[in-house]
Every structure is written in structure tokens, then in C-alpha cells.
């Protein structure tokens, strides 16, 4: 796991009890508030599993071009 894995969980987390919170609430804005928060969360999630990935591929053929054109 790299750390923009786990950034994107926690905020992940924290805008679906903000969500939570603006439902038990009825304030909207704080629930729209946290649905954006947890889709910044899993937008960064998303690119922490890509660096993996990469970074897995990278591990597994170290002697492939990244640069050519494919």
C-alpha cells in the first residue's frame, strides 16, 4: 500500500460521515460537502492502486521501455 492509497481511504471515510452527519442533519450542504470528499478519496485511491501497479509491472520487467512509442 502507498500512501495515496491510504490518503484516498481516509478521506474516503471522512466524507461518507460527513455525508452521514448532513443527512442526520438536513444539511445539505454538508452532505454534498462530504459526497465530494469521498469521491476525491476514491479518485486518489484509484491513482495510488495505479502507481502500484505500475510499480509491480516495473518489478516484473525491469528491462521494458517505458519511453518508446507505441
Same mark, same amino acid.
Given at each position: ?15 461518507? =460521515? ?35 501497479? =505500475? ?14 512509442? =507505441?
Amino acid at each position: 500500500m502507498n500512501k495515496d492509497q491510504i490518503k484516498g481511504k481516509i478521506e474516503e471515510i471522512k466524507g461518507d =460521515v460527513k455525508q452521514r452527519i448532513g443527512g442526520a442533519t438536513k444539511d445539505r450542504s454538508t452532505q454534498g460537502e462530504g459526497w465530494l470528499e469521498e469521491k476525491k478519496g476514491q479518485i486518489r485511491q484509484g491513482v495510488g492502486d495505479l502507481k502500484e501497479k =505500475v510499480k509491480r509491472e516495473d518489478e516484473r520487467d525491469p528491462t521494458r521501455d517505458l519511453d518508446r512509442d =507505441v
